[in-house]
């Protein structure tokens, strides 16, 4: 019995050394100031642990990045690790983010947490307080109503832009595009407009119009120069009773009034130069411009 309690005794005593042989694990903290903060400020804290040799820092006890209150958020954990006299040394940087606005000053907490040590003679937990940040409201409840203050703001006048470079713009861009139609219209209106009344035969039915029976030698004469240019125009040189089948080669639209040039070149002879019988008929002379006119036009 006594041999027993003499053991109890032993021990407690070596468990009482143990304990006392442990280190004693202080942190120091330097903290942001108590006061005058506002919503989306960073807010950092830097904790500084001295360990000693057979200790090491549980990392699963470190705070995380991303652990967000109602109106802060850690936003990041900075850690430098260092040797120290007997032992290592640990610098955390913990940086918040405030996310609340309030509407009058409140005094918030950057929140507590342990740090946890793993080894020799036990496992330690080392307790970091929270530490008090006061949050000021961005404006003021009361706010005076003198001009530029209160809640209501009259809203901000746009700001001019300048204009003339688009202005001028879109001057060029219409000349450009009256340009175009006047193109487009003369190439598909005008010239096709004006070929039809320069046609040969045209001009020369337009020339005939005054043309009738009783009209004198002279204006007969006339009339027939006008068609004999007519055909030497549409051919492209002088035209002669032996071309006629040439003619109508190059010309077929014409081929069916091949007679008709036949009797003209005739007549024609007849007119200049005496030629044959009968006196050349001024009617028939209109009526043989008109079928060449509407020949030339594609209508016969």
Not at 242 to 254: G, V, Y
Request: proline share 7%; with cysteine; aromatic share 8%.
């Amino acid at each position: 019995m006594k041999a027993s309690a003499r053991a109890c005794c032993m021990a407690l005593a070596g468990w009482v050394a143990a304990g006392a042989g442990a280190a004693q694990l202080e942190a120091q903290t330097h903290d942001p100031r108590a006061f005058g903060w506002q919503v989306g400020d960073m807010v950092s804290r830097t904790v500084t642990v001295e360990v000693p040799e057979g200790l090491a820092l549980d990392d699963a006890s470190v705070p995380q990045p991303g652990a967000r209150g109602r109106a802060l958020e850690l936003r990041s954990v900075t850690r430098r690790d260092g040797s120290a006299d007997g032992g290592r040394r640990h610098e955390l940087t913990l940086a918040y983010q405030i996310f609340l606005s309030p509407r009058e000053p409140r005094t918030l907490e950057m929140p507590s947490f342990r740090l946890r040590f793993q080894g020799q003679p036990r496992v330690q937990e080392l307790l970091i307080e929270a530490w008090p940040v006061t949050v000021s409201p961005l404006a003021p409840v009361e706010v005076s109503y003198r001009h530029g203050l209160g809640e209501l703001q009259p809203d901000t006048a746009p700001p001019m832009l300048d204009t003339a470079p688009a202005r001028h713009r879109l001057v060029a861009y219409g000349a450009v595009a009256l340009l175009l139609l006047a193109y487009l219209a003369h190439v598909y209106i005008g010239l096709p407009w004006w070929t039809r009344r320069h046609r040969p035969f045209t001009l020369a039915w337009r020339q005939l119009q005054g043309l009738t029976p009783s009209s004198s030698p002279e204006q007969r004469r006339d009339a027939y120069r006008q068609v004999h240019r007519a055909l030497n125009k549409t051919m492209g040189e002088v035209l002669f009773e032996q071309d006629i089948d040439r003619f109508m080669e190059m010309r077929p639209r014409f081929a069916h009034l091949r007679a008709d040039f036949a009797i003209f070149l005739q007549q024609s002879r007849h007119e200049f130069f005496g030629e044959g019988q009968g006196r050349a008929d001024a009617q028939w002379l209109l009526d043989f411009c008109r079928r060449c006119r509407d020949a030339e036009r594609g209508s016969a």
